[in-house]
């Protein structure tokens, strides 16, 4: 198996490092998003910051500024893809309202 597209290099670590520190802009912010969190085997609800196609933050805070970046308001949508793994690539994402 081709290793590459699994592993990080280390300018993509410090440009998500550079997102968390608020240096650079993540590409898409899902707020108040019903997420599985497989380890404690829960949903939970939190904001999800995405840079290119990467999960690089998931919890409460939001950047200090919401202008320039795709803001989605997940309230009530459960979020998943279609192999039922949570949310290992955004390309696959689904969104699922409560009233589904």
Not at 7 to 13: D, H, L, P, T, Y
Not at 52 to 80: A, H
Request: aromatic share 12%.
């Amino acid at each position: 198996m081709d290793n590459r597209n699994y592993r990080w290099s280390n300018k993509q670590i410090r440009n998500h490092v550079e997102v968390l520190d608020e240096e650079k802009n993540p590409h898409i912010i899902l707020k108040n998003a019903t997420y599985l969190n497989t380890y404690l085997h829960q949903w939970l609800v939190a904001n999800i910051w995405i840079y290119e196609d990467r999960i690089v933050y998931v919890g409460e805070n939001l950047p200090e500024n919401l202008n320039g970046y795709e803001v989605i308001d997940c309230q009530g949508q459960y979020l998943g893809n279609p192999n039922g793994n949570p949310l290992p690539f955004i390309g696959e994402m689904k969104v699922r309202s409560d009233t589904e």
